[in-house]
C-alpha cells in the first residue's frame, strides 16, 4: 500500500531551529512535495524535491533521499507565525499525491 | 495573478438545500481540483479536471455533481447533503496532470457546515 508517515507534533522555540521528518512508501514516486497550513486556510506550496539532497529558500529548506524514501523540512530562526501544520505529499507513478496526517508544529516564545 | 478564488468562503446548508461552490483562477491552469479536508486529517481528492474534461473521479458520492464550464472556472453542485459532509472544500490549480507540473495553488476554502 501507499503511506506516508510524520510526526503528529512538534514543539520548538522562536529563533530555534526544528526538522520535521517524512517517510514515504509509493507505487513509483514522482517528487516530494512540503506545504504549509495554518488553521482554517488553504495549503500553501513550500518546496518541491525530485531528485535526491537539499533544496534551500530562505528560512526553509526540503531535503530528500530516494533510495531511503525520506524527506524532511528544516526551518530555521523561527518566527511565531511559522505556528501551523506541515504537510508532506508524495506523488506516485500516477502523479496522484499521497499526503500525510501533517505535522502540527508549536512555536513557543 | 496567482490566485485561486472560491466563494462563498463560508456555507450552511440544510440537507434539502442545493447550493452550488465556485472556484476561478486565471494563471492558464489546464488541471483544476477539488479537495475535501476534515478538521486536523490531510486533503482528499475529491475529482480532477484536466482540459475541461473530468479525469479523476474519487468514487465521490453523486450529491456531490463537478462542472467545469471552461478552463478557468470549476464549480461544485451540492444537493441532498449529510452533516458528514461538513468540512473546509479546497479548490486547487496546477499547470497540468501528469506532466511533472503539479504544483498545486490552493484557494482559500469554502468551509461548508450541513444542518
Known amino acids: 500500500g501507499q503511506n506516508i508517515d510524520q510526526p503528529t507534533e512538534m514543539t520548538a522555540t522562536e529563533g530555534a531551529i526544528v526538522q520535521i521528518n517524512c517517510t514515504y512508501q509509493?507505487?513509483?514516486?514522482?517528487?516530494l512535495f512540503w506545504y504549509q497550513q495554518h488553521a482554517g486556510e488553504a495549503p500553501t506550496f513550500l518546496s518541491y524535491?525530485?531528485l535526491d539532497g537539499l533544496e534551500e529558500k530562505g528560512r526553509f529548506s526540503s531535503f530528500l533521499s530516494r533510495s531511503k524514501g525520506y524527506s524532511y523540512l528544516l526551518l530555521k530562526e523561527l518566527q511565531m507565525k511559522d505556528s501551523a501544520s506541515y504537510l508532506c505529499?508524495?506523488?506516485?507513478?500516477?502523479?496522484?499525491?499521497?499526503w500525510g496526517a501533517g505535522t502540527k508544529l508549536i512555536i513557543k516564545p | 495573478d496567482t490566485e485561486v478564488t472560491q466563494t462563498p468562503k463560508h456555507l450552511v446548508m440544510g440537507m434539502t438545500n442545493k447550493k452550488s461552490l465556485k472556484c476561478e483562477q486565471h494563471?492558464?491552469?489546464?488541471?483544476m481540483y477539488w479537495y475535501k479536508q476534515k478538521a486536523k486529517k490531510p486533503p482528499e481528492l475529491m475529482f480532477v479536471?484536466?482540459?475541461?474534461?473530468?479525469?479523476i473521479n474519487e468514487s465521490v458520492p453523486s450529491r456531490f455533481s463537478p462542472e467545469c464550464p471552461n478552463s478557468s472556472l470549476l464549480n461544485l453542485h451540492l444537493h441532498a447533503l449529510q452533516p458528514e459532509d461538513s468540512a473546509l472544500y479546497l479548490c486547487?490549480?496546477?499547470?497540468?496532470?501528469?506532466?511533472?507540473?503539479?504544483?498545486?495553488?490552493f484557494g482559500s476554502g469554502t468551509q461548508l457546515s450541513v444542518l
Open positions: 486547487a490549480s496546477s499547470q497540468g496532470v501528469g506532466t511533472g507540473a503539479e504544483k498545486l495553488f
Open positions: 494563471m492558464g491552469h489546464r488541471a
Open positions: 479536471y484536466s482540459y475541461e474534461k473530468l479525469s
Open positions: 509509493t507505487s513509483g514516486f514522482n517528487g
Open positions: 524535491n525530485v
Open positions: 505529499a508524495a506523488m506516485d507513478s500516477n502523479y496522484q499525491l499521497i
